[in-house]
């Protein structure tokens, strides 16, 4: 046990002195990797912000219903009973005018504008959920309501949130398949890099070997080497795009002042973070299993 | 403690390196192989010490059967096995030091117990105060010697030498023969491959002939 750990030991701290060697080539290689990890986080980034800031709108299909101001609270009774009255309709829900002006001057900035009016411009209102979004049957609902006596406005505006959801979706598997070929390419790039440091070592490897070397231990430092640059690439990947973040962060609050609390940049968070670093890790192994493996057995066919 | 059983080597491209060898060599024995040239003593005692296999008959090191055993098996079996190698195999970017300790690196040694174990190797062989030197800065009969040093430092049961005198002036050359037989006085089974005579007459042991890859005789000095 304590020979497998010095074994261990030695083959990290062998990895490390070989990484502080040649400084400017293992920067170089930690941010190219970490550049290539970066990327498909970044995009995790944007799309977990867009998805963030469409979940502030409402996705099921629905139809708003606006009286006309002069609408009395029977009139609003009998548009009620003619909405529940349509199959498709799954529920109703009345929202009052002054309850409407509430929720938009806690809402929005236009607090004191609004407060500066002498009536309240906004009508009564019906919001009506669909157990349908058939586009032919919403827009037939939305033409026969807006016929209604005291009716003034029918809006089917969730049309765009269903598309932004498709689009979210999308996104998603476009983000997969991107972090996939990057993955791959992070594990390409250490496996090269790896098998041209087996290279450069061949002789000390071909002699450890002759005086009892497995493979396992030749294997090793360059497993730890592997590991190393995979964790600094993730280090440095999470850097640049909590940096990406702060950045975009700053210029939305500076461009969209009014917007800055429905546009805001999610950050990856603990759990996530430990994924980017954990997959790092993992590619940077097998990057370098691959490397060594396949040198290994060429020094193997040459002997 | 070794025993080959109608041994052959053939190497890719048809080369027959050896044909029907069968002999023994005792524990604590020495045991000379000579030979001219292209005879097959240095494939012999490679795969005495494992690091190759025999292509028929079978070669039997400390009771295992090196044909049968698996590649993680043959480099353990290899590590309690000094080889000295006719080129040296030292390693040029490395101090002698480092050279020496690198059996004990691969094995696992605790730092404190390499480093005395390597002084103690260097001082057996008249190298104690070169520790820090590069081998391109040591003489051919120095990177000989270095080599043994890192041959022993195991404490290996048994010693394995292609030509260890081969590259050396006759001074030398009897320091490096009276250091094998000082090894093999405390028990050490040694094989070693020479066609230098007065080695062969100084070391006064066992000789195995081989000639074209066959045993030519067996005769005791």
């Known amino acids: 046990m304590r020979r497998a750990l010095r074994l261990h030991l030695h083959a990290l701290s062998d990895a490390l002195r070989r990484t502080a060697a040649q400084p400017l080539a293992s920067l170089f290689s930690i941010l190219v990797l970490g550049a290539a990890i970066a990327l498909p986080v970044v995009a995790a980034m944007v799309l977990d912000s867009a998805i963030a800031t469409g979940a502030g709108f ?92 005291k009716v003034d406005q029918v809006v089917a505006d969730f049309e765009w949130s269903r598309r932004l959801a498709q689009w979210a979706r999308l996104g998603e598997r476009i983000l997969l398949a991107i972090a996939l070929l990057l993955a791959a390419a992070m594990a390409f790039i250490v496996a090269h890099l790896i098998r041209l440091q087996v290279l450069t070592r061949r002789e000390e490897i071909e002699v450890s070997q002759l005086i009892g070397a497995t493979a396992a231990d030749v294997r090793r430092p360059f497993l730890y080497h592997g590991a190393i640059q995979g964790l600094l690439a993730s280090a440095v990947a999470l850097a640049l795009a909590l940096a990406f973040g702060a950045w975009v962060t700053h210029q939305l609050s500076v461009l969209t002042p009014n917007y800055a609390a429905e546009l805001k940049v999610v950050f990856p968070g603990p759990i996530e973070r430990v994924i980017v670093v954990g997959i790092a890790l993992i590619l940077g192994l097998l990057g370098a299993w691959a490397g060594v493996s396949s040198q290994l057995r060429r020094f193997a066919a040459d002997r | 403690m070794i025993r080959f059983s109608a041994v052959a080597k053939r190497y890719p491209g048809g080369l027959e390196a050896l044909r029907g060898v069968s002999f023994e060599v005792g524990e604590g024995e020495m045991v000379a192989v000579t030979g001219p040239s292209g005879a097959g003593k240095s494939t012999l005692l490679k795969l005495a010490a494992g690091i190759e296999r025999a292509s028929a008959g079978s070669v039997v090191v400390q009771g295992q059967n090196v044909g049968a055993l698996g590649e993680s098996a043959l480099a353990i079996l290899r590590r309690r096995i000094g080889f000295v190698f006719q080129d040296h195999k030292l390693l040029f970017d490395r101090n002698a030091f480092e050279n020496v300790a690198l059996p004990l690196r691969v094995s696992g040694f605790p730092g404190h117990e ?108």
Not at chain 1, 63 to 74: E, P, R
Not at chain 2, 148 to 175: C, F, K, Q
């Open chain 2, 114 to 221: 390499a480093a005395r174990r390597v002084r103690a190797a260097l001082d057996k062989v008249g190298l104690l105060g070169r520790e820090k030197a590069m081998p391109v800065a040591l003489s051919g009969g120095e990177q000989q010697r270095l080599c043994i040093a890192r041959a022993i430092v195991n404490r290996p049961m048994m010693l394995v030498a292609d030509e260890p005198t081969g590259s050396l002036d006759a001074d030398y050359a009897r320091a490096i023969v009276d250091l094998f037989a000082s090894f093999h006085q405390v028990g050490v089974t040694v094989l070693l491959a020479t066609h230098d005579e007065a080695s062969l007459v100084r070391l006064g042991c066992r000789r195995v002939a081989l000639a074209a890859g066959a045993l030519a005789l067996g005769e005791t000095a």
């Open chain 1, 58 to 149: 409402d996705m099921e299909p629905h139809v708003s219903v606006y009286l006309t101001l002069d609408a009395t609270t029977d009139d609003a009774k009998r548009v009620e009973q003619a909405l529940r009255a349509q199959p498709d309709v799954a529920a109703v829900s009345f929202v009052p005018r002054a309850q409407a002006l509430a929720e938009l001057q806690s809402r929005t900035h236009l607090a004191e504008l609004l407060a500066a009016l002498d009536r309240n411009p906004l009508p009564d209102a019906f919001t009506v959920r669909l157990r349908t979004s058939d586009a032919a049957r919403v827009e037939a609902a939305r033409s026969q309501w807006s016929r209604l006596p």
